[in-house]
């Protein structure tokens, strides 16, 4: 009965309907009474009112009847809502930014657009900034709307069912050109939409690799080139995959740069030394990094790998 553009519309239209309808059959039957008592009571018809006071009947009619009509607008209301707070794991990630006075798309990766483009029948969770004052991001097919608050970060999602064009509105008033603050939603097939953000051009800043965050922040780089330059220790470029001679128990063996290696020199430097480097100048990370840490920075160092060269 209520099926739409998105897995939203389902609950947002029950309720709707309910209230409506509800409110409806309140005001024709409030206001009809109203007219036939004017008439049936008219001063012609009924020459001397009657006075009478109290009805427990009439008192209990009207206490329980919209008693049980606001429990179910609640929990048609509740059944409707909840569901908006609970973001599938699987949700697809999409920064939306709100600002005087348009609405911009963060795709990761220095990749930003202006029109939100999504992949049909997938989940899409829209994480909401804005970069000056309040806004509310609002698509009325999708039956989704969230205040965009400054210092606040606040999300919404939802499942589009159909491709097609949707229109997105700021239903917050934000100031002179609040009105223009529209874009679209483009739903595209799958396909499409990964042709589509294969070809959008990187416009935005490029966050670091967590890995190399993790080694400016250790301190690694200090002692550790990223170009190939020899500085205290070997460098990081084309390291990893890389053959190389170590001394391991004063002997000279062969090993290969994998992640046991890496693993085991941020945890034992003085295991494996490379050969021409010295011994004791490096200390063991095991307190400072956990292992899902250097895993990324293993998967930071496979970009700067022999492969990559
Ligand atoms: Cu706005």
Request: with cysteine; aromatic share 12%; glycine share 8%.
């Amino acid at each position: 009965m209520f099926s739409g553009a998105s897995n939203m519309v389902e609950g947002v239209d029950r309720a709707f309907a309910f209230i409506f309808i509800t409110a409806i059959v309140f005001i024709v039957g409030i206001t009809g009474f109203m007219i036939w008592t004017v008439i049936r009571y008219n001063e012609k018809r009924v020459k001397k009112a009657k006075q009478f006071t109290g009805s427990n009947t009439l008192e209990i009619i009207w206490t329980v009847i919209p008693l049980i009509l606001v429990m179910v607008m609640f929990y048609l209301g509740w059944i409707g809502f909840a569901p908006m707070r609970n973001v599938p794991d699987n949700a697809m990630k999409v920064k939306a930014i709100g600002r005087m006075w348009e609405w911009q798309f963060d795709y990761g990766d220095g990749k930003l657009a202006k029109e939100l483009v999504i992949p049909v029948n997938q989940p899409v969770k829209l994480e909401l900034f804005s970069e000056d004052v309040n806004h509310s991001l609002f698509i009325p097919a999708f039956r989704v709307k969230e205040d965009v608050v400054p210092g606040y970060d606040n999300y919404l999602w939802f499942t589009p069912f159909y491709i097609g064009e949707y229109e997105i509105l700021c239903t917050e008033y934000c100031g002179l050109m609040h009105s223009g603050m529209t874009t679209k939603t483009l739903v595209k097939s799958q396909e499409d939409f990964d042709k589509w953000l294969s070809e959008l051009p990187v416009t935005g800043i490029v966050p670091d690799h967590a890995g190399l965050v993790l080694l400016k922040n250790t301190g690694c780089i200090a002692c550790h080139s990223l170009d190939g330059a020899r500085l205290v220790g070997p460098s990081f470029k084309g390291l990893y995959g890389k053959t190389q001679n170590v001394m391991a128990n004063k002997e000279l063996v062969s090993i290969t740069a994998d992640d046991a290696y890496i693993q085991s020199s941020l945890i034992n430097p003085d295991g494996q030394v490379v050969e021409g480097f010295n011994k004791g100048l490096m200390k063991s990370y095991e307190k400072e990094l956990s292992n899902e840490e250097i895993q990324k920075i293993t998967e930071y160092l496979k970009t700067l790998g022999i492969d990559q060269q």
